[in-house]
C-alpha cells in the first residue's frame, strides 16, 4: 500500500508540473492528444472488445455501439469543434463602458481527476477523458476495479499512445478512490451511485473542487396505449431494445421500470416476449447477445431483488438465473409491491418491472412523487400528455417514442437532477464542464468619467443615475447644465 | 417563524424543514413556473428597490455607514438594473433551445429546455447585504424556483429590513426571509434544498459544500481571495490611481470581495504610485478620512481588531506609507498604504477585507505572475499598463474569477459577464443570464417519431449491422451506402 501511495504522489506531482509547464494548454496539443486516442482505438479495437467480453460479456457489435463507436463519434465531434470552442466568446458592453471590450476566455480547471464506472468501462472512462483534454487539463484516470480487463487495458495503452506526463490512468478499489479523493483537484468527475457520489462531494468540499455527478435512478418508460399495431411494435422492440440491449440493463439511462394502463399490459407482454425471443434467441443465456451481469455481488443483489415472494409471484416472463455463468435472462414482473426493494432502488439489471394505472396521465404522479431520474421515456402520440410530461415532472432529460438514443446526440447536454447528479457533459457541455470561463474586460485610460469618484455630490448621484438607466440623452442634458 | 421558547424565538431544524415543505408544496403545485409568476415577482421586487431606497439607504448606513451613494449606486441601481433585465429577457430565456440531431438518430427533433430547480438557498454577506441578498434571488425567480433567503445578522438593520420588505411585497407562499446567525443557518443547512448560492468566505463555503453533499445538491459560491492590481509605469497615473481609489476605498472601504487587496508595481515606480495616491486620496476624501462621510466604517468590532492586528504586526507597522489612523469607538481605519511588506506576513496571506492596501516592488513586471499564482486563485485581477505584450500574457497567466485591464472593479456591472470564482474564490459564476441558468436545470429533449426504424439496433447482432454502424456513427454518407448495399471495406 505505500508503495502505491508513493506511485500515486508521484503521478500528480507530474501531472501537477505538466500543467504549470503551460504545454496542454496549446490547441494543438489537445488536437495530437484526441487525434492519439482515435490511434489508440482503432490499433487496439479487437483487444477493447476482448476487455469488454471479459469484463462482461459483451457481443462486439453492442461493444461497438455502446463504447467504441460512442467514443470515436465524441472524438471526432470534439476535433471538429475544438478551435471554436477554445475562442474567447465577445460579450457586448453597455455604451457607457465604451471603448471598453468585454469577454469570456475559458481557461482549464488545471489538474483533473476522472472515476468512471464498470458498466460501460470504455465510454465512461474516455468520453470524459475527452472533454477534459479539449479544455486543456491534466489528467488521472480511475477506472472501475470491478471492471478489471478494461481497467487494465486503459492503464496499459493510454500511457503508450498519449502523453504519459498528463495523462495518467491509476487503478485500485476503494483503497485507492479514498487515496485520490484527499487530494487537491481542480475538478473532480465522477460517474457511479448516488451513495458513492455524497463520498465524492464531501471530500471535494475540504478543498472547495467543483464537481460533475453523474448518478443514476430508477428511469420510469410510459407507454400510452397506442393503437396502430405498427405503433406498438416499433415502441415495445425500442423498449427492449433499450431494457435489454445496452449492457443487461446494466445502465444508468437503460429503462428501470414501466408505465402502462391496465387495459395495455398484457398487449405489451405478449409482444415483448416475441421480440425478446427474436432479438436474444430461445434460450437467451446460450446466444451470446446478452451481456452477463458484472459480478457475483451484483448477481446477488438482483437475486434478491427477485426471491422476495411478494416479487417472485408478480414474475411473468423469464425469472430463471445462472449463478455459474453470471447469467440472468430477461425477466419481466407485473405489478410487483411498490414498497419492495425492485420498486425502490435502481435495478441496474435485466428485470422489468411494469406497474399498471388506470390511466395513463396518473405516470406524472407516480413519477414525481419518486427523486428525479436521469431519464424519462414515453411512448405516446397524445401530444397533449407529452406537454404535460415535459412540463411536470423533473429529470435529467426526456425522450419521446425512443429509448437511450439522447446519449448519442452531441448538441445535448447529458446530466442529471436531483439524486440522478448535476453537471453535464457530452460535445461543448465536456468541454464546459471542464472548463472555467474567465471574464476578461480590456478597459482604455480614456474617456474618463470624473462623476465616478468621490468626494460624492449631487450632481454625481444624478450622473450615475442616468447612466444606469442608460439615459444617454438626459446625461447629456445634465452635461450641458439643462437638465436639473 | 419559528417558536417562542420562555419569550425567545427558537428557529431550529423543525422550523427549517416546515419552510422547506411550505415551499416544496407551492413548487409542486406549478405556481412558481408560470411566466406571470416570475414576472409579478420580478416586478414586486423592482417595487422595492423603487419604493423604499430612503429605509434601504439608512439600513446601510446603520449597518457600515456606507455613504448614500455607494449605497445607491453599487446596491439599489445594480439590483434595479438586475431586475430590469431579467423582466426584459424573461421570455426569451425560458424559451426552449432547439438543437441539431446526428444522422445516427435520424428522423428526430431535439430540444433543451429550462426548469427550475425546486426549493433553492441563498445565503448572503453583510458587506452587500442588499445586493448579495436579492441579486441571487432575482436569477431564481427568473428560473421559477421558491426561494430561501437568509441575510447576514452581521448587518442586521439590512437583514430586518429585508425580512420586512420581502414579507410585504413578495409571494410568501414561495419566497421567504429567515433571519438569524450560526444556529439557524445550520438548521437551514440540515434540510434539503435543490441548490444553495452563498456568498462569504472561504471557510464557512466548505461547510455549506459539506453540508450539501449529504443531499447532493449543487452549490453556488461566491468567495472572495487577494485580488491583486498590477501597476505598470509610464501610465496615466492619475486615471490609474483614481480608479484604484473607486475599487478598494470607494467600494465600502475595501469590505467588498472585487477590492484591490494589493498592488504589485516596480521598484521604480511605486514611490510615484504612492505619491499620486496620497493625493488623489486627499481629494476624494480630505485632509481627516477618518471624519468623511464619503467612506464606509468597518462593520464590527471584530473586524475592526482583525484589521488592526494585521496593521500592528511589527513587521508591517513600519511599512505605513499613507494613513493608519484608526478610532476605535467609531470602527473606524482610513485609508492605509503600505510599501513593501514582507511576503510572509499575514496582511499577505490572509484577503484584507478592509481599506488597507500593500504593495510590493517587483523588479520586473513580470514576476507579478508567479506572485499571483504562487497563492490560490482570487475572484478577479487587475492590471493597468498600455503594454499589449504585457496584456496578453496577463489575459493567458493569470487565472481569477474576472480580469479587468486598465480598470477595477466595474466588471461586475456587466451583466454580459459572468461574475463567479474559481478554486479558492468560488464556484459557479451568475448575474444575467448566468443567474438564469445557475437556478436551472437544462434538461434535453428528444422526439422520436414511430418512423425511420432501424433494425441495426437490435440484436441479433451481425457483421453487416456493426458496418453499418461504424459508417453511420462516423457520418460518411459514403460508408452508409456501401454498408447498405453489403459492400465490405
Known sequence: MEAKIEVLEESLAEVRKTFRSGKTRSVSWRK???????????DNEDKVMKALYDDLGKHPVEAY???????LKSINYALNNIDKWTAAKKSSLPLLFFPAKGEVLPEPFGVVVI????????????????????????VVIKPSEQASACSAFLAHYIPLHMDSKAIKVIEGGAEISELLLQQKWDKIFFTGSPRVGRIVMTAAARHLTPVTLELGGKCPTILDSLSDPRDIKVAVKRIVAGKWGPCSGQACIGVDYMLVEEKFAPVFIELAQGIIKRCFGEIPKETKRMARIVNKHHFERLRNLIEDPLVADSIVYGGSLDE????????????????????????????LPIITLRNIQESVEFINSRPKPLAIYAFTKNEALKGKILSETSSGSVTFNDVMVQFLCDELPFGGVGQSGFGRYHG???????????AVMHGSFFPEIGPRYPPWNDFKQKFIRLGYALDYFGLLLLLLGIKR | MGREEGGVVIFGAKEASKIVEELGASFSAGKTRTYEWRRSQLKSLLKVAKEHEQEIIDALSGDLSKPEFEAYVQEIAMLKNSCKLALKELK????????????????????????????????????????????????????????????????????KLLAKLLGEYMDTSSIRVVEGAVEETSALLEQKWDKICYTGNARVGRIVMAAAAKHLT????????????IVDSGINLQVTTRRIIAGKWGCNNGQACISPDYIITTKDFAPKLVDSLKLELEKCYGKSPLESKDLSRIVNSNHWNRLKKLLDDERVSGKIVHGGEVEETKLRIAPTILLDVPRDSLIMNEEIFGPLLPIITVEKLEESFDIINSGTKPLAAYLFTDDKKLKQLFVKNVSAGGLVI???????????????????????????????????????????????????RYAPYTKGKLRLLRALMGGSIWGIIKAIFGWSN
Not at chain 1, 65 to 71: F, N, T, Y
Not at chain 2, 144 to 155: C, F, M, Q, R, T
Not at chain 2, 218 to 229: D, W
Not at chain 2, 430 to 451: L, M
Open chain 2, 92 to 159: 426569451h430565456w425560458m424559451a426552449p433551445e432547439k438543437v441539431k440531431t446526428s444522422l445516427t438518430t435520424f428522423p428526430s427533433s431535439a430540444e433543451i429546455v429550462y426548469e427550475p430547480l425546486g426549493v433553492v438557498l441563498v445565503i448572503s454577506a453583510w458587506n452587500y447585504p442588499f445586493l448579495l441578498s436579492l441579486d441571487p434571488v432575482v436569477g431564481a425567480i427568473a428560473a421559477g424556483n421558491a426561494v430561501v433567503l437568509k441575510p447576514s445578522e452581521i448587518a442586521p438593520a439590512s437583514s
Open chain 1, 65 to 71: 455501439r455502446d463504447e467504441v463507436g460512442v467514443v
Open chain 1, 115 to 138: 472515476f468512471s464506472s464498470w458498466n460501460f468501462p470504455i465510454a465512461m472512462a474516455l468520453d470524459p477523458l475527452i472533454g477534459a483534454i479539449s479544455a486543456g487539463n491534466t
Open chain 2, 218 to 229: 449543487p452549490v453556488l459560491l461566491e468567495l472572495g481571495g487577494k485580488s491583486p492590481v
Open chain 1, 428 to 438: 461543448k457541455y465536456s468541454f464546459e464542464t471542464f472548463s472555467h470561463e474567465k
Open chain 1, 324 to 351: 455459474e455463468n453470471l447469467f440472468i435472462e430477461p425477466t419481466i414482473l407485473l405489478n410487483p409491491p411498490l414498497d419492495a426493494e425492485i420498486m425502490t432502488e435502481e435495478i441496474f439489471g435485466p428485470l
Open chain 2, 406 to 456: 486598465n480598470d477595477t472593479t466595474i466588471h461586475l456591472a456587466v451583466h454580459t459577464l459572468p461574475f463567479g470564482g474559481v478554486g479558492e474564490s468560488g464556484i459557479g459564476a451568475y448575474h444575467g443570464k448566468f443567474s438564469f441558468d445557475a437556478f436551472s436545470h437544462k434538461k434535453a429533449v428528444v422526439y422520436r417519431s414511430f418512423a425511420g426504424d432501424a433494425s441495426i
Open chain 1, 32 to 42: 495530437n492528444q484526441l487525434r492519439a486516442l482515435i490511434q489508440l482505438i482503432n
